[in-house]
């Protein structure tokens, strides 16, 4: 099982926390092969925000279900804090993502019979607790609440939110567990553009917390906005800015 213990110094901040090197991920169909993803290296520096910008097509969500460990890759290497994920069980993998990565989608996924604090309380149960006792979780949950400003919605089921004020209590069902890395699938996709940027700066701020935050975006307003990116297209790196990755459609060669 993946070595991510909560009380380990995981990096420096801006060194390396994922390290992704010549990804390839083929699809076979009707003896018809599809390249999804072609020989993809890039690297996330730790306690970062980290874009991924792409329009629809371009391979972002089947680089997510790389990095989280759904899918396993065709060709290549994905390496969390110097562990691989492709050599890990699928069972190692479940309880590792349980613990260590934080997933918010662009729909919220609020269970709607449950309250905001239910919501995050369910986290905490399905996570493990995050390596507290049951006693401490609602204070823990109420914690992750404020932080994203939404405390006081901690009684409200999801249907008396907004689309944004459910969107925060997404991202504090993501810290429950305190994972490292936040990985956002279109987190703002969702909503007008005015609480989109409100969002984004919420999940920025979380880098100054020790997070590192990896946001999938098609919006390049926002991606501009990151420390660091890559923008796909079909597939494959097209640019990139503030971190270290092979541009493929081009000539290859490495951009800092």
């Not at 390839?24 to 993803?37: D, E, G, M, N, P």
């Not at 925000?49 to 060709?75: A, V, Y």
């Not at 409100?198 to 501009?224: E, R």
């Amino acid at each position: 099982m993946l070595n991510l213990d909560k009380d380990a110094d995981y990096q420096l901040p801006g060194s390396p926390f994922l390290q992704v090197e010549h990804l390839t991920r083929v699809i076979t169909a009707r003896a018809q092969k599809t390249t999804l993803l072609n020989d993809i290296t890039f690297t996330v520096p730790t306690q970062s925000l980290f874009t991924i910008n792409g329009p629809s097509g371009s391979g972002k969500s089947t680089l997510l279900n790389m990095l989280t460990g759904i899918d396993r890759p065709t060709e290549g290497s994905v390496i969390f804090a110097g562990q691989e994920l492709k050599a890990q069980s699928e069972n190692a993998l479940a309880r590792w993502r349980g613990r260590n990565v934080g997933i918010i989608f662009q729909f919220f996924q609020l269970i709607p019979t449950l309250t905001a604090i239910e919501n995050v309380l369910l986290a905490l149960e399905l996570g493990g607790g995050g390596n507290l006792p049951r006693q401490a979780w609602r204070e823990r949950a109420q914690i992750c609440l404020s932080i994203v400003d939404a405390g006081s919605f901690a009684q409200r089921l999801p249907a008396e939110l907004s689309g944004g004020q459910q969107q925060r209590v997404a991202i504090a069902r993501a810290l429950a567990n305190d994972p490292p890395v936040l990985i956002t699938d279109e987190p703002t996709g969702n909503l007008d553009s005015r609480t989109a940027h409100a969002i984004f700066t919420t999940l920025a701020n979380l880098t100054t917390q020790g997070k590192t935050v990896i946001y999938v975006t098609h919006d390049p307003q926002l991606a501009s906005l990151a420390q660091a990116r890559i923008d796909l297209l079909d597939g494959q790196i097209v640019n990139t800015h503030g971190t270290k990755a092979t541009i493929t459609s081009r000539q290859e060669e490495v951009h800092s």
